[in-house]
């Protein structure tokens, strides 16, 4: 189902289709887990995503329902994310160890991406949980897809063109205020909260690409880059958490002290490359991008 909004047709029935088509697709993901459990939990995860993005966009309109539909995707994804982030922190440590600059770095992250492989495998011997969790998701999904049937919005294809640009609005004003932030302080959770608002505007630019399909899909080719970039600053920021954490897979000091140099030296190239590449993909002014949106989806809405 694609995950898309055509404003020619009822706002109402597109939320739903866009909303229910992730749902969905979600569960059959879950129930029938076609290239297996954990490339089924990544995919789910970001069904999610999207549909977060897609609830955030109309929360104007719907600010209790978007809040508790939010709150309740990220908590059924958040319980299901221990193994995806397990296997994303070793997709790192080897990525990291690819780059190495030296013989002696390499081998010192080979040792420890060999501990993260039996941290990993551990993890994975113990998926009883996990398992429960799998079972349960559906069900939580489920009761999200009859929510659906409760949303009716008001009628008026101005008001919904609106209603779109404001969501729109509010997502480039923060991905402003988070570049703001990464420069300011430089904080992990200010290029998370980058990360998190380039997701939404990259879900924006799929779900409301009848508007202008070719400028659509090539802002989302430079989104997707962006988001590549810092999906691997947050790897990298995770993984610097696990060292503080859990530091007994990590016994030798001298192999420690590679892979910390080697995170300090990829976080500085991909900071300042993610910035940069910040300003290009948010180089609008919010206003004035919301006020195209409006204008494009009102002319078009008007015509069907």
Known sequence: MPFRIRPDRDFTAEFKKAAGG????????????????????????????RLRSL????????????????????????????????AALLETTRYLKQKAR??????ALGRIVSALECRRNHMAEAEADIDRRLADAPGVLKSAVAT??????????RRHARLVAKGWRKAARKAKEAIARCRAEGSAEAYHALRKRTQDYRAYHILLRPLWPAAMEAKYEVTSSLIDLLGHIHDLDVLCELVEAEPRHFPNADDLAHLLD???????????????????????????????????????????
């Open 262 to 304: 080697c995170i300090i030296v990829r976080q500085l190239e991909d900071r300042r490359a993610a910035l940069m590449h910040a300003d290009e993909v948010f180089g609008d002014d919010p206003d004035e991008e919301a006020s195209r949106i409006e204008v494009l989806f009102t002319a078009i809405a008007s015509r069907g």
């Open 22 to 49: 992730q749902l969905r697709h979600a569960i059959r993901t879950l129930e029938e887990m076609p290239e297996g459990k954990h490339e089924a939990i990544h995919e789910f995860r970001k069904s999610l995503k």
């Open 102 to 107: 030296s013989a002696d770095e390499a081998e």
């Open 148 to 157: 659906l049937e409760d949303i009716d919005f008001h009628r008026g294809h």
């Open 55 to 86: 609830y955030r966009l109309v929360a104007a309109e719907i600010p209790e329902l978007s809040r508790r539909e939010c709150a309740r995707l990220r908590d059924v994804a958040k319980s299901l994310s221990a193994m995806r982030d397990a």
